[in-house]
Nanobody, 125 residues
Framework: QVQLVESGGGLVQAGGSLRLSCAAS????????MGWFRQAPGKEREFVAGINWSGSNTHYAGSDSMKGRFTISRDNAKNTVYLQMNSLKPEDTALYFC????????????????WGQGTQVTVSS
């Protein structure tokens, strides 16, 4: 069992940056691949980035709208995964979730076993 708690969201102006954190409980955190997803109102949950259990491999959404602006990382000693978001745009506004799963890479939400409650990111123009 893994419990996930996201933090770091907030209101930011376009062009700004945020660093999201996802803190995990449980001794088996470092056996899970982790992913960040986002969900805007009325839209499906969308893959943003993933990282394997050791942090040696990462995978990002192929969308041109996100490419090059987001960086995923993890610190297994702290049971935490991060999402650094730069050059934020109004279209990045969404509820951001982290998920834990056994497979990497995994771009589908159904492939994750555990989810946090999400942290809201709002980007103003």
């Amino acid at each position: 069992q893994v419990q996930l708690v996201e933090s770091g969201g907030g209101l930011v102006q376009a062009g700004g940056s945020l660093r999201l954190s996802c803190a995990a409980s449980g001794r088996t955190f470092n056996s899970y691949a982790m992913g960040w997803f986002r969900q805007a109102p009325g839209k499906e949950r969308e893959f943003v980035a993933g990282i394997n259990w050791s942090g040696s491999n990462t995978h990002y959404a192929g969308s041109d709208s996100m490419k090059g602006r987001f960086t995923i990382s993890r610190d297994n000693a702290k049971n935490t995964v991060y999402l650094q978001m730069n050059s934020l745009k109004p279209e990045d506004t969404a509820l951001y979730f982290c998920g834990a799963g056994r497979n990497f890479p995994m771009i589908y939400a159904r492939g994750y076993d555990y989810w946090g409650q999400g942290t809201q990111v709002t980007v103003s123009s």
